[in-house]
């Protein structure tokens, strides 16, 4: 196949992409215009990078993110592969060391024989040849208008906040402890720090986070001051109501302080960030504090009064397309056959939903150019539901979906217990990824090299 396939944004989704086309013999285009271009959230040119969390989410089998991971790898991916390379503990999660992953990713696709990378940015569409458009939530201006004129719809925006890191030498384990939620993965040794807090030291926290000054947004954020419902800076949260923390990122089910024996009131978690245990970052704690103000008040925290920050919380505009309107479940764009989107652009949030829809639009778009028949996954599976549910959702009120077990279809017969009818769910969707699997049609789903 002598014509270049381009592949536009070398996140999670393009990486993907450009391997799975790459391995199925086509010459491949990848376009990042990282380091040339920053985006204002990324640090580095890496492909792959990561912003926000290093968790790829629970790998436990009959949980969604766990679920979708597993028909990841019967799929093939490559950057399921490189996640489990570059793990570091996390309990029943899947988190990696986040440089470790993205210049493991880097290395392997700047050296497969049938992919060209390109740092440049990407201006114009290349509506007349074969092209995946991935360019994540911080597409660039000149490309975002050059989509939104294809389109003909106005683009969604929500906005997306970054966690602090901080050092972990520099936590107090006299006041901090380590432990996992009920015990989970603690043969050898807890995965995350927890800080935990009294009911008037949880107060006093609360009140500084509704009290403190955030950074004010820029002119083009200030366009929607809507927040996607889930990634909301804590201090929007603490401001809708004192105990709202208390039964979201800071409930403390699951754990007891061995300092006192009880359960604390509240508990901040922070779970490994690096392979080598010296960074941690703070779950579920996306904020846009001014800086100076977030080590104040973060430092409110048993265990973090003297901790030193490698990084500080902020916030960027993230971008979706208003995919039930444009898109179909295989990822094409219905106006342009040769036109496929993957990524967060599909309104598919977390990590591993975006690996999961760069891999079906090369999949398909592969089998598209081969003159094979287009693949949808099963909707049983939380690819195919994940899928499904961005291409089918109401166009007038559509928002960006996580894997979540609530958009399976219903079981045949009714579960009440919800552990097993997790553990129906896992079992129905594994059949049904495999028996799609082996019913394609000339076309091995499995890249020719791991």
């Not at 050898?188 to 000054?213: H, K, M, S, T, W």
């Not at 902020?314 to 036109?339: E, W």
């Amino acid at each position: 196949m002598s014509t270049f396939v381009t592949v536009i944004g070398g996140g999670l989704a393009g990486s993907e992409a450009a391997w799975q086309l790459a391995e199925r013999g086509h010459r491949v285009r990848l376009y990042e215009m990282r380091p040339v271009q920053s985006t204002g959230a990324h640090t580095s040119g890496s492909l792959a990078e990561l912003v926000c969390s290093n968790s790829l989410g629970s790998q436990l089998p009959d949980r969604a993110t766990g679920l979708l991971q597993n028909e990841m790898r019967a799929l093939g991916s490559l950057l399921m592969r490189c996640a489990e390379a570059t793990a570091v503990p996390a309990g029943g999660a899947l988190a990696v060391d986040r440089q470790r992953f993205a210049e493991r990713v880097t290395q392997t696709l700047s050296r497969h024989p049938h992919i060209e990378i390109r740092r440049e940015e990407v201006t114009e569409l290349p509506l007349d040849t074969a092209c995946i458009v991935a360019t994540g939530p911080l597409t660039s201006p000149a490309l975002a208008d050059e989509i939104g004129k294809l389109t003909g719809e106005e683009y969604l925006y929500f906005y997306d906040a970054i966690s602090p890191i901080v050092r972990a030498g520099s936590i107090d384990m006299s006041r901090a402890f380590s432990a996992n939620r009920y015990g989970r993965g603690e043969e050898n040794g807890a995965d995350y720090i927890n800080c935990p807090l009294e009911r008037a030291e949880y107060v006093a926290f609360v009140r500084a986070l509704q009290a403190a000054e955030t950074i004010a947004l820029r002119d083009f954020e200030r366009e929607d001051p809507n927040f996607f419902e889930g990634c909301v800076p804590i201090e929007e949260l603490a401001k809708r109501g004192e105990d709202t923390l208390a039964f979201g990122p800071m409930r403390p089910v699951g754990l007891t302080n061995p300092h006192t024996g009880r359960r604390p009131f509240a508990v901040v978690q922070l779970r490994q960030d690096d392979l080598a245990g010296s960074l941690y970052n703070i779950v579920g704690f996306q904020t846009n504090i001014r800086w100076g103000q977030q080590r104040e008040v973060l430092r409110m925290l048993p265990g973090l009064q003297s901790a030193e920050f490698v990084r500080m919380g902020q916030m960027h505009r993230n971008t979706y397309l208003n995919a039930p309107a444009l898109l179909c479940s295989t990822m094409r764009f219905r106006a342009r056959p040769l036109l496929y989107f993957a990524g967060q652009l599909t309104g598919i949030e977390g990590y591993a939903g975006n690996i999961a829809t760069g891999l079906v639009a090369a999949l398909n778009l592969s089998r598209q150019l081969r003159g094979l028949a287009a693949w949808t996954p099963p909707r049983a599976t939380m690819l195919g539901a994940l899928c499904h549910y961005v291409t089918h959702a109401d166009a007038r009120r559509f928002q960006p979906m996580k894997a979540n077990l609530g958009i399976l279809p219903p079981l045949a017969t009714r579960i009440k217990n919800k552990a097993q009818r997790r553990i129906a769910y896992a079992e129905r969707a594994k059949a049904a990824m495999r028996a799609s699997i082996d019913a394609l049609d000339g076309d091995s789903i499995e890249p020719r090299r791991a």
